[in-house]
């Protein structure tokens, strides 16, 4: 029986394996180029899923923070934002 152990000879498999050369494939111009549009197709349909969308122009439409919602509504002469949130709504 010999001393190494399965982790001693996996180390040594692994190691052989790092050391190895990483062969070049042979590839013609026409073949690069393809691929190269092939990973250029991937790049982009895999930003288009991401759900990440910048909308410049809604951000004016949106209400802000409470801070600034309230100040807004100093500055037109309104209420402030917790005597307006307290209120009880208006019958319809």
């Known amino acids: 029986m010999t001393s190494d152990s399965y982790a001693n000879q996996l180390e040594d498999v692994l190691k ?3 050391e190895a050369p990483i062969p070049e494939p042979a590839v013609d111009k026409d073949e690069h180029e393809r691929i190269a549009k092939l990973r ?3 790049l982009v349909t895999v ?3 991401i759900d990440v969308t910048d909308e410049r122009g809604s951000i004016g439409r949106q209400s802000g923070s409470p801070w ?3 100040h ?3 500055r037109m002469g309104y209420s402030n934002l917790m005597r307006a949130r307290s209120r009880r709504s208006t019958w319809r």
């Open 47 to 49: 930003l288009t899923m």
């Open 68 to 70: 600034t919602q309230d």
């Open 16 to 18: 052989d394996a790092r």
């Open 72 to 74: 807004r509504r100093s």
């Open 40 to 42: 250029a197709a991937a």
